[in-house]
């Protein structure tokens, strides 16, 4: 649980933390990716039968729904939009290292790294 402000869209696709906008952001204007979006998405594969996969994308596809939070866009293509209804982004940071996880309300167990999961 979260004590930061959580953004959600009016249809609970994706929400973001404060913490994981300001990386994103921060991550586009260091790559000179100004006006980029975030693709999330999920891919079969990992040691639980899906992953999660986030990139740099330009623009998104006809086939995308778009969800801008907290002056981010996420593009998310739909054979993954079932998967990550009510999923939210965040960025951690702890001794083990740092780095974006997927909070998940579909995955019914998660593998310890927290980058695949089983639905």
Same mark, same amino acid.
């Given at each position: ?7 959600q869209t009016e249809n609970q696709i994706v929400n973001v933390t404060d913490t994981a906008a300001a990386k994103i952001k921060e991550?586009?204007? +260091? ?9 999330? #998405? ?8 899906? &992953?999660? /996969?986030?990139?740099?994308?330009? @623009? #998104?596809?006809? @086939?995308? &729904?778009?969800?801008?939070? &907290? ?8 054979? +993954? ?12 940071? #702890?001794?083990?290292? +740092? /780095?974006? @996880? ?5 995955? &019914? ?6 980058? #695949?999961?089983?639905?």
């Open positions: 649980m979260t004590t930061e402000t959580e953004t991550l586009l204007l +260091s790559e000179g990716k100004e006006g980029y979006g975030i693709r999330l #998405s999920v891919a079969g594969g990992g040691c639980h039968g899906y &992953q999660y /996969g986030m990139q740099f994308e330009e @623009a #998104s596809t006809d @086939a995308d &729904q778009v969800i801008e939070l &907290q002056g981010v866009k996420f593009f998310v293509d739909a054979m +993954s939009l079932p998967m990550l209804t009510g999923a939210q982004v965040d960025y951690v940071e #702890s001794m083990q290292g +740092s /780095g974006f @996880a997927i909070n998940n309300p579909n995955a &019914q167990s998660t593998c310890g790294c927290g980058s #695949s999961f089983s639905a």
